[in-house]
Every structure is written in C-alpha cells, then in structure tokens.
C-alpha cells in the first residue's frame, strides 16, 4: 500500500520561506513521477511542480516558476519542495501525489497524500 505523508507546513509571513518534505512508503517502484500540487481557498487545485524520480528531471508549472525549487533525496524516498519569498496568493494546502505516467498534472496522479497547510500572512 502507497503512503504519503507531507510536512512542513504552517504560517510564514509574506516574503519568508518554507520547506515542504513528502515522505513515501510502500511499493512505489513503479511510479517513476512525484509532485507537488495546491489548493487556495475556493480555487481548483493546480500543479506546481514535479520530479522524476529515475532521471531527477525537473517539471515547473507557471505557479511553479521562479520561487519554488523541486528536489528528492531517493535513498529517504522523500521529496522537498523549497518555497522562497512567499506571497499571499501562495496560501494553499500542498499536496504531493505520485504517478506512473510523465505528466505532472493532478489528474494522471494515483495516489495522494493528505496535504500540509501554508497560510500567508502577516
């Protein structure tokens, strides 16, 4: 059984930083693409950004661009998501999700975890 578990989350301040972590567990051999999607208050969710894990390549959406950066550490089966000069409009509950296709969109992923809060605000 897939399990994911996401962390990290909580309230920073406009311009500040924050490191998300999502911790996989179980048989995810065969998913080879992990990513990180959110969800703003009364918005749909939408993609932020994914990774490969085999190749490591790196997928950006336009929410993704710039201040968010996307990495893995493959021996904890754990990817990061690395948050810099947070806005307001970046306050979402992030979620990651793996998927055993190439596209990092939310509806080609097939196992979700549970999501970690970030308010921003002052």
């Known amino acids: 059984q897939v399990q994911l578990v996401e962390s990290g989350g909580g309230l920073v301040q406009p311009g500040g930083s924050l490191t998300l972590s999502c911790a996989a567990s179980g048989v995810i051999v065969e998913y080879d693409l992990i990513g990180w999607f959110r969800q703003a208050p009364g918005k749909e969710r939408e993609g932020v950004s994914c990774i490969s894990t085999p190749s490591g390549r790196k997928y950006y959406t336009d929410s993704g661009k710039g201040r968010f950066t996307i990495s893995r550490d493959n021996a904890k089966n754990t990817v990061y998501l690395r948050m810099n000069s947070l806005k307001a409009a970046a306050t979402a509950a992030y979620s990651c999700?793996?998927?055993?296709?190439?596209?990092?969109?939310?509806?080609?992923?097939?196992?979700w975890g549970t999501g970690t809060l970030v308010p921003v605000s002052s």
């Open positions: 999700a793996l998927s055993s296709g190439a596209r990092c969109v939310s509806s080609g992923m097939a196992h």
